[in-house]
């Protein structure tokens, strides 16, 4: 990790907590209506479709490369699914456009902006998020979140996993890929980062890990496939600061 | 100027003092040889021909879209043309790749620092300049210079005043032209802003404006063609944040 001048940073789950904020925002929404519902799941609902839709387009497929329009359809979406539909009525086009931006106001993790303050005193910070652009920017105000740089999978016209996401935020760096850790609480993020010569650093964080045995994503020093494991940003801050 | 959200900077000149940084460079450099030369006459000549060639390319011409590629080639030029070929053969491959570097170390103008940290309390602030991402990262850290985000011609394949330049940013930003600023010290730049719709602030900067007549640029509320005229980042801060 020595030779690292750069840390790109996934956003969603790694350096905030969607999930408590769109929860709570959801319930607040409803029970404004009187709405009583799992809204926990609801919350999941939306980003689980989230990931499968920007995978998907990963991968080729056709669809929004912006996230606000993408959260969207999937809202209006679930809201008009039988499941969901005793919601959907009830939610007119201005909560609608309101909730759907509860993603630019997402709370960092308690260590996050400590940390990445540490962080930027010796390297330079950017998130590379397949968020776009003003989610991005909104977040960071949000959140204090001090980036040098904004990446996002919008301005490169994919998402990650793609390739051409993590190799354009290495090109507009002027780095070499090894120049360059991905630190994400996601191995799916991670290996598509290895697999470009980007050095890797994994920080679990609660209920983010698809993985069924999460606890087994190691260190290449304890027998792993990633370079770093951390449990915050203010401890990857001690080690690369040292 | 009440619907502005968001204000996009011209860079060289207009937040940093890219004159005085590079004269002071170039002399040490000539210095360590024992070389007197007119190193304000060769910094201008750096930074002419750097105008003119993103001019020559945000009009279609074919070049490099990345700054420290141009600069370089330019500065080669100078140092292989009569006028500085005493000097040319006594600075280094290495020496050369330093020096160039030099536009990635320039100096923040007094206010800079203090007026963008108050309109970022109320604005998004982005650069929107010419000069490489990597170029425009390494500046803000050096002179402190809090952007919200960092936008470049070279993310958009293109230089100002290409109209792509300001509507690729202007699209990022999730806005319409009318609620963002473009705030420079070139009245070119305005110019090409104004015309797709954009606001307009001009702030004079020493030895900046290309057109004989500065003081005749005006705002409109007295009789000129610019929303605002101001001479620092913090008066911008004082009206804007009223």
């Known amino acids: ?79 008009a699914s039988p499941e969901w539909s005793f919601i959907g009525p009830r939610w007119s086009e201005e909560e609608r456009t309101e909730i759907n ?12 902006t400590p940390g990445l303050r540490e962080l930027k005193k010796k390297h330079i910070i950017a998130s590379l998020s397949n968020g776009n652009i003003r989610l991005l ?24 996993p793609n390739p051409k996401a993590y190799l354009s935020a290495v090109h507009y760096l002027g780095v070499q890929p090894e120049e360059v850790a991905m630190v994400a609480a996601h191995i799916f993020d991670l290996r598509a980062a290895a697999s470009l010569g980007l050095r890797t650093v994994y920080i679990p964080r609660p209920q983010e890990e698809a993985d069924p045995n999460p606890e087994n994503i190691k260190s290449k020093a304890n027998g792993g496939e990633v370079d770093l494991v951390v449990s915050s940003l203010t401890e990857l801050a001690d080690i690369l600061n040292r």
């Open 1 to 79: 990790m020595k030779q690292v001048q750069a840390l790109l940073f996934d956003v969603f789950g790694t350096v905030v907590d969607w999930r408590s904020s769109v929860e709570a925002e959801l319930k607040e929404l409803g029970a404004k209506h009187g709405i009583e519902a799992d809204w926990p799941r609801f919350a999941q609902e939306w980003r689980t479709s989230y990931m499968n839709e920007t995978r998907r387009i990963a991968n080729g497929g056709e669809g929004p490369t912006n996230v606000d329009i993408m959260h969207r359809e999937i809202l209006d979406g679930l809201l």
């Open 101 to 112: 931006l509860v993603w630019h106001r997402l709370k960092g993790w308690s260590d996050s």
């Open 137 to 160: 920017v909104d977040m960071a105000k949000y959140a204090d979140l001090p980036w040098d740089a904004v990446f996002s999978g919008e301005l490169f016209q994919t998402y990650k």
